[in-house]
């Protein structure tokens, strides 16, 4: 996993680094091309860190390195934002769009350099490969089962997340400007709501660290979703925006553990395999639910309906956590 995570390391900013320079060119297939290949090696660096962390860090360290795994990725969006308003501040035309872009593909090659620096000095999970067939290597039906909440939650978030800034746009007038500082306050608390998923594991466990967390998040969601039945009133984007700066946190405080429940449920030899379907499940849940985002809008049914289903679906997809964390306590008492 760590020559995967090295490999990845190096292709992204250089591929990056391609695409940046090639859409001068307007060469719609090269661009393509990198496109895909950018995705891969996005992909490289997305599906192996928690493997690996589940692979080499104890019980006690491993919900802490999940949620630090979560958290970099929000920290580098709010890092990005500010460097580069600070940088278009001093010289815009300096540091135009291109420019910027190219630092940051530039800074991106350090990891390289880090990656090579890890040392594994202990393995807590062992997996062992009897058959080297790709059917039997794997237990699929722990795999399936484990992975129906993921189907559920990405599918919903599919119907949500991208179109938000359309919902605020087109039923609360706000301008990009409002919505942006809007985001960044949630994603600001979405940092801090990461520092404590490893105290809500230590002190609630699984089943109140996830099935509590989530539904309050839904609780949230229905909330934010029904403010376009009373937005004449006043009151409406206030709670819209209270709503949607706190569901994001409390869903994504609840994401490492629900990535460790999973990790943990399908035991060592199935890691590598549910991480890679599971993020191909993100990527095409979004895509089947803007397809059919698409299709609700040009039948004019109004955002609150649509947040509805997902609220839906993210309540189906707690009950299937209910269901792992249930069938893994029982599987540790027989043990």
Wanted: net charge positive.
């Amino acid at each position: 996993m760590k020559k995967l995570m090295l490999m990845g390391a190096i292709l992204f900013p250089i591929i990056s680094l391609g695409i940046i320079l090639a859409i001068p060119t307007k060469n719609v297939m090269l661009i393509k091309g990198l496109m895909a290949v950018y995705s891969i090696s996005f992909l490289l660096l997305h599906i192996t860190p928690l493997p690996f962390i589940m692979k080499h860090c104890s019980a006690e360290n491993r919900t802490s390195a999940l949620a630090l795994q979560f958290q970099v990725w929000g920290i580098a969006v709010m890092t990005v934002g500010v460097i580069t308003f600070i940088l278009q501040r001093i010289d815009r035309q300096l540091f135009n769009d291109k420019n910027i872009l190219l630092i940051f593909c530039m800074i991106g090659f350090i990891a390289v350099y880090y990656i090579q620096k890890i040392k594994v000095e202990k393995i807590h999970d062992e997996i062992v490969y009897t058959s080297h067939n790709f059917f039997k290597d794997y237990d699929w039906k722990l795999i399936w089962k484990a992975t129906i909440s993921v189907q559920l939650i990405a599918v919903g978030a599919g119907f949500t997340i991208p179109f938000i800034s359309l919902f605020f746009q087109q039923v609360f007038d706000f301008n990009t400007e409002q919505f942006s500082i809007l985001t960044s306050l949630s994603h600001f608390i979405v940092a801090f709501a990461m520092f404590i998923t490893p105290w809500i594991k230590n002190r609630f466990g699984y089943k109140k660290g996830i099935i509590g967390v989530q539904s309050l998040a839904v609780v949230c969601l229905v909330l934010f979703a029904t403010t376009e039945w009373y937005k004449h009133l006043a009151i409406a984007p206030i709670i819209a925006m209270v709503m949607y700066v706190i569901r994001q946190p409390l869903m994504n405080s609840a994401g490492p553990l629900t990535s460790e429940l999973s990790l943990e449920y399908v035991g060592a030899k199935n890691r590598e395999m549910i991480s890679s379907i599971d993020a191909c499940i993100w990527n095409s849940g979004w895509l089947f639910s803007a397809i059919i985002f698409e299709y609700l809008r040009k039948k004019n049914m109004p955002y609150s309906n649509i947040f509805l289903i997902t609220a839906a679906l993210y309540t189906l997809g707690i009950m299937a956590n209910a269901w792992i964390i249930a069938d893994l306590e029982k599987r540790k008492k027989v043990v």
